[in-house]
């Protein structure tokens, strides 16, 4: 039986570097897509309830990670305060450091915003950063 473990599915951008890549050090990834939807209900339709249509769809992504580099908090900072879309997609993967694109059935990109970035500084030293990307158009 084959199946996706959760710490093989990544979010891959090409924040900071030429080609698309996993993001480094993640620890929870969110794909959402949406239908939006239109009531389509007429003078013709039996009963009292609406009838739904999907009118366009839309897709986000989130990621959350530890985030250790400055030079990767300074890319990501980049990105927000161009912006201007970036290339963004999921694929479960393998390989060094669990980041190598095996090109799975499900994997999908597009072009996307980050429109959402928050960073957390705990009393550990750690820092955790939260992405949100907003996609621009449609997904391949």
């Known amino acids: 039986m084959n199946v996706i473990k959760g710490q ?13 890549a996993a993001v480094p050090e993640e620890t929870n990834v969110s794909i959402t897509l949406t239908g939006n939807t239109e009531d389509t209900t ?21 990621v959350d990670t530890y985030q250790a580099d ?10 927000f305060i161009a912006a201007t879309p970036i290339a963004v ?20 990109s597009g072009q ?8 957390q500084f705990d009393d550990r030293a750690i820092v955790t950063t939260s992405l949100q990307f907003q996609g621009t158009g449609a997904l391949s």
Request: negative net charge.
């Open 8 to 20: 093989n599915f990544r979010l891959l951008t090409n924040m900071g570097a030429g080609s698309i």
């Open 42 to 62: 007429t003078k013709d339709t039996e009963g009292m309830f609406s009838q739904e249509d999907i009118v366009s769809t839309a897709w986000s992504a989130q």
């Open 89 to 108: 997609g999921w694929d479960q993967t393998a390989g060094s450091q669990n980041s190598v694109a095996q090109n799975a059935n499900f994997k999908r």
């Open 112 to 119: 996307a915003l980050l429109n959402d970035f928050s960073m």
């Open 70 to 79: 400055p030079e990767q908090l300074k890319a990501i900072l980049s990105v």
